[in-house]
């Protein structure tokens, strides 16, 4: 039956030959094939349908030759625009060994020779720097990048790593495009939205345990990002139409880096700029801390990134009425306890962060401090507090 | 200068890597007509169809130097880009809701009769109507061989299958068709 199909199929072909070349009518074609006439008949009266429509999706009357001028016309532009490419002196050796097989094959040999040396004396990882995808030393470079990787053991050592990877890739872009060599392209492009996620990645994880470094890192990287944004953007007016996509991808890649490390930026600055200073004092509302309760809110919105929450669960609240918290409630954190004297530098020593002074480990325990303070005859948490250790006391 | 209809496609393609623009225009006078009736079968206007086979073609010219005749043949090379042009046409139609531009497109001069060319989209119109309700492998079948007109051996390299697997698909193909034929 597998069999009989086959031989209907092949008919079928031959007789399709026949009639729509001319060589043969419907009827000479199936009198060739007395027994198939039923199963022929309806394959090639559809195909007879559809070859007399086919003038229907005919080109219209010299668009053909009109637009074969046009074509020429653009691709003698493109020809002008397009940049001369150096030639490289193995290029040059290969180009004129072209036709020549054993000499050809000879030359291989040679140059895996000469790869093999480069590799025993170690001088191909210097000799890989400058390559780009394509190029013969270029898997060198990529594996020396993956060692440099996984022998960087910290976040912030990576995260430098991959953002100047991100930078090898870039330029390696422009090569690229520079030298029309389109198809290793997008390889490139991805490789360089991969290091940039990465970058961005670890530069968050170094957040979580340091913010200063990250604000560090995050800077760098918003530079360079923002550096490679415009020279993408200029890559992605110089490429063919049909390559803009991947650069204009890699432009939104690095916008996104851009953007995601002001955020971070934005998120911890105000952990590591700001200091105790008089302001903090002079501007808190007595509308800050009014409550009583020991499980006070770390008052008004300003402060509550400044200030770790503990450090606002101020003992001298617990007693203070309404009226007086207002200095109580802020001033609290930085008086000094008996706990804190050995250890709190003063005040004029200019700490740039504010979580150090007042730390919860160092915060006394609320047995130790709701003693100290008489909240109700001075309206005050210490009997000494801005003399000694408010910033505003020392000059 | 050579007289570029005596040369072989493998010739023509070689000598438009080394920047021949005439070279390419024979190859784009021999293939355009294809490539413009697999277009305009599944396109609804006639001047995106001429549009977009410009379009495959200065693709080709832009990938001709990574092209190498030990790969696919030419023709499947070309019909390759050229059902991704028409994806890429479909994509962007679909997000932008336009057509594609056609300022430069003489089309007054060259079909005056207007009352020809509404009686011709609407056949048109009706064919893919009839085309777009089979299979698409049944339909790209039906269309490469009887619309471009490529040889068996030329489709089977263009859809990368055998020419024995093209043949059963004609062959199932036309069924199709004529079934719908008697349909309607």
Known sequence: ??????????????????????????????????????????????????????????????????????LESQIQKELSKRPVRPESPIHRFLESLQGRKVAL??????????????????????????????????????????????????????AQLYTSFAQH????????????????????VR????????????????????????????????????GQTMVLEILSKAVPQNRKGEIDNAVDVSKNGVMAMQELRSSITPLSTITPSPSLTNTATPTATPTPTP???????????TLPARATVSPPSLTASPSAAATISVQIPLTPTPSLKPTQPPAKTDIPLPVATVR??????????????????????TPQPTNTHHPTSEP | MPNWQDLEDIQLIAIAKNGEAEAFGELYERYAESIFRFLYVRLSNRLDAEDLTAE?????????????????????????????????????????????????????????????????????????????????????????????????????QVMGRSPGAVRVLQHRALTALRNLIEGT
């Not at chain 1, 009266?45 to 070859?51: F, T, V």
């Not at chain 1, 499980?295 to 990134?305: A, D, E, K, L, V």
């Open chain 1, 360 to 381: 919860p480990s160092d915060t006394p325990e609320p047995i130790k401090t709701q003693k100290t303070p008489k909240p109700t005859n001075t309206h005050r948490p």
């Open chain 1, 191 to 226: 490789q360089y939205e991969n290091q940039i996620g990465q970058a961005v990645r670890l530069v968050n994880e170094v957040a979580r345990h340091n913010s200063s470094e990250a604000q560090a890192l995050a800077t760098q990287l918003e530079e360079v990002l923002s």
């Open chain 1, 295 to 305: 499980s006070i809110s770390p008052s008004p919105p300003g402060f509550t990134r």
């Open chain 1, 1 to 70: 039956m597998a069999s009989a199909h086959k031989d209907i199929e092949k008919i079928l072909q031959t007789c399709l030959d026949s009639i729509l070349s001319g060589q043969g009518t419907v009827e000479s074609a199936l009198a060739s094939y007395p027994g198939l006439e039923e199963v022929l008949r309806p394959q090639i009266e559809a195909a007879l349908w559809i070859d007399a429509r086919k003038k229907i999706f005919d080109a219209r009357p010299g668009f053909i030759t009109e637009s074969r001028k046009r």
């Open chain 1, 105 to 158: 094959q000879f030359s291989l040999v040679l140059i895996m020779l000469a790869v093999f040396i480069l590799v025993s004396v170690s001088g191909v990882a210097y000799a890989s720097r400058e390559t780009v995808p394509g190029d013969i030393l270029y898997p060198v470079k990529i594996a020396q990048e993956r060692v440099e990787v996984t022998f960087t053991f910290s976040d912030k050592g990576k």
């Open chain 1, 169 to 188: 890739r870039l330029l390696e872009i422009q090569v690229l495009v520079l030298e029309g060599r389109y198809e290793f392209l997008q390889s490139t």
């Open chain 2, 56 to 156: 495959v073609f200065m693709r080709v010219w832009r990938s001709l130097s990574g092209y190498r005749e030990q790969g696919i043949p030419f023709l499947a090379y070309l019909f390759r880009i050229a059902r991704n042009a028409l994806i890429d046409h479909y994509r962007s139609s679909g997000r932008s809701g336009e057509k594609v531009s056609i300022d430069d497109s003489p089309v007054q001069d060259l079909h005056p009769d207007a009352g020809e060319a509404a009686m011709t989209s609407l056949e048109h119109q009706e064919i893919r109507e009839v085309l777009n309700q089979l299979r698409d492998d049944y339909r790209t079948v039906l269309v490469l061989r009887f619309l471009s007109e490529l040889t068996p051996v030329e489709t089977a």
